[in-house]
């Protein structure tokens, strides 16, 4: 018989796999918090496309050629419709969404003529997209803009690649690039 009895694993074998666990959770968690990153940048990208169709679809059905001057207003139905954006943005003046905080107001142009339901517009808008804590929620912030041209107050732009020459849509950080 032997006097040597197996009773599990010594206290260095439990610290040599502990330290190899703490390695690599420490190369793999600042990959993941790029992706996520990049995925809140892109879902701002997303939401400044969706803000910029919107409008369009609203200065078409009942904006009368202005554009609506803030969020809450796409977000009401109009005329037992459906809203021209999504309840995630259209419940609040500067919604929140995916650590980005959005922001609408007047562009450079004047103010346009009342919509469908005797509302003010406006001629153009800025949107904006910025990460509510930088390098934690995102690294970038994008804008969407959109200024009619003189004697015009509906925007023209209907497709996504029209949609970057003529509303003249954007990037910056904290130097301002054209995407």
């Not at 005329?79 to 609408?104: T, V």
């Amino acid at each position: 018989m032997s006097t040597y009895e197996d009773r599990g694993f010594t206290l260095i074998e439990l610290m040599i796999v502990v330290a190899i666990i703490s390695i690599v959770a420490s190369i793999g968690v600042p990959g993941l918090l790029r992706a996520r990153m990049t995925g809140n940048e892109t879902t701002a990208i997303a939401t400044l496309r969706v803000t910029s169709t919107s409008q369009v679809a609203y200065s078409a059905t009942c904006g009368r050629g202005g554009n609506a001057t803030s969020f809450v207003i796409l977000g009401t139905p109009v005329g037992g419709s459906e809203a021209f954006i999504s309840a995630d943005l259209g419940h609040a003046a500067a919604p929140q969404k995916s650590g980005y905080n959005f922001a609408m107001g007047a562009g450079v142009s004047a103010a346009g003529p009342p919509d469908c339901l005797a509302r003010p517009t406006i001629a153009g808008y800025y949107a904006t997209a910025t990460p509510q804590s930088y390098g934690s929620t995102g690294t970038r912030a994008f804008a969407a803009a959109w200024a009619a041209p003189s004697g015009r107050t509906s925007a023209p732009c209907h497709r996504a690649s029209r949609l970057r020459r003529a509303c003249r849509c954007h990037r910056f950080s904290r130097r301002t690039r054209r995407a």
